[in-house]
């Protein structure tokens, strides 16, 4: 029989790089009864009310490079702060699952590894069954923790969940969440950089039958409030939507989803923030899709304006097809917003003045997210060192942000890939 988690409460941080993650965890914690309730801020009053109050509690974050200084910062000081038995520190997200002993290290009591949806309810269950000890939660899969004697144990990964049979949204009354609705997960490709492969796997579509309940829903929920209804996705590759071979479009499903969705009173946003494109999938025939979508910018990976960096990347495309996406975009009046990354392993100054001389040509007609290599966990990459800059590059870098050529965090991203350095 199961214990009732009346006497629990699980607090989830809200990030606003992380809170995507928190729709579908919200959602599988509402469908398995746990309370939960969204913090912002210090922590440490909220989970200290929660267990004066007599309840256990759950603390929850999802972590991404960004967020990782002050995530650190919060479980510091609230391992300082508060020594309480009913406290458990459970984070989740890219950077726990690619680096978890780092994250245990930090001061978290576990770490759900890859997708939370179905371990991080199962978790507190289980402790809840457990009358809140933390023995039996060491056979849980998807999951790494220090064992008595303080040594790090990684249990076996989780089966890949079925998107369809988790809800992406929660509609709590006080803490409903709807992000963008997420059209898959994992990834064909294996860029060498890039986590959505290393911890989600290959693709996994939700259907287009879901995705118009979920619509529906939004259309439902938002219509009081809005004055229009935007739907926007989660896709690492929008165009690769139920794609049956890898590197080629489906046409025919994407136009169904698209013309499915297009009956609805909403501003439907395919293939820009936070979806991103691969240019080899923009043909004339797909840019014929476009007319059923309200925007006109779409975010393209081109990565980088030299073949040789392109193919130690294992991108999988060539330049030339970067430049074709570009000219099929713009001869038909829409505007790519290309994603560059500058600083991977072993590229050299040549190689990056030849991506800076790209992006300033493109830059009349385009716009460019610039970004710099960062070693993230669980990548091939992981160990490397970002290739330095040299002074001329930089201000070169300068002079395009001053010309509003290029945009993105990349003095952020800058700093964050030197610092464990
Ligand atoms: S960068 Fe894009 S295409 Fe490459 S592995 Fe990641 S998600 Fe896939």
């Known amino acids: 029989m199961q214990e009732s988690p009346s006497k629990c409460i699980v607090l989830l941080y809200w990030d606003k790089t992380t809170w995507y993650a928190l729709g579908a965890l919200t959602s599988s914690l509402q469908k398995h009864s746990l309370p939960y309730e969204i913090i912002r801020g210090d922590p440490l009053p909220q989970i200290r009310t929660k267990l004066d109050q007599g309840l256990h509690v759950i603390y929850g974050e999802s972590s991404r490079i960004t967020t990782i200084d002050s995530l650190k910062g919060r479980l510091q000081l609230i391992n300082n702060q508060i020594s309480s038995p009913n406290l458990l520190l459970v984070i989740g997200g890219p950077h726990a699952s690619g680096a978890p002993e780092k994250i245990l290290k930090m001061g978290a009591d576990y770490v759900v590894i890859g997708e939370g949806e179905a371990t991080f309810p199962e978790l507190i269950q289980t402790w809840i069954n457990n009358k809140f000890r933390y023995e039996r939660l060491h056979s849980l899969p998807g999951i790494a923790f220090r064992d008595i004697s303080g040594k790090f144990i990684q249990s076996p990964p989780r089966p890949r969940i079925i998107l369809d ?24 490709f294996r860029c060498r950089f890039c986590q959505v492969p290393y911890i989600y796997g290959n693709p996994r579509f939700r259907s287009i039958e879901t995705i118009t309940k979920i619509v529906e829903h939004y259309v439902q929920y938002f219509k009081p409030l809005k004055t229009s209804v935007d739907i926007r996705f989660i896709a690492p ?10 590197g080629q479009p489906n046409y025919e499903a994407l136009t169904k989803l698209l013309r499915r969705l297009t009956q609805y009173e909403i501003r439907l946003f395919f293939g820009t923030f936070p979806s991103e494109i691969r240019p080899e999938y923009i043909t004339d025939k797909i840019l014929s899709l476009f007319d059923m979508i309200a925007n006109q910018q779409f975010s393209v990976g081109f990565q980088s304006g030299s073949d040789r960096v392109l193919k130690e990347m294992r991108r999988g495309h060539s330049v030339a097809d970067g430049l074709q996406a570009y000219d099929l975009m713009v001869s038909q009046g829409f505007t790519p917003v290309f994603d560059f990354l500058l600083g991977v392993p072993s590229e050299t100054k040549a190689e990056q003045w030849q991506t800076l001389s790209l992006i300033r040509e493109l830059g009349k007609k385009a716009q460019t997210r610039l970004h710099y290599f960062m070693p993230l966990p669980g990548t091939p990459w992981k160990n490397s060192s970002p290739a330095l800059l040299s002074p001329e590059i930089q201000s070169e870098i300068g002079r395009l942000a001053k010309s509003k050529i290029i945009m993105g965090a990349f003095a952020k991203q800058f700093q964050i890939a030197f610092k464990d350095k």
């Open 165 to 188: 049979e988790y809800c992406p949204y929660s509609d709590n009354k006080d803490f409903a969440l709807h992000p963008p609705i997420e059209l898959m997960r994992g990834c064909s």
């Open 237 to 246: 590759n929008s165009l690769g939507y139920m794609e049956k071979k890898r």
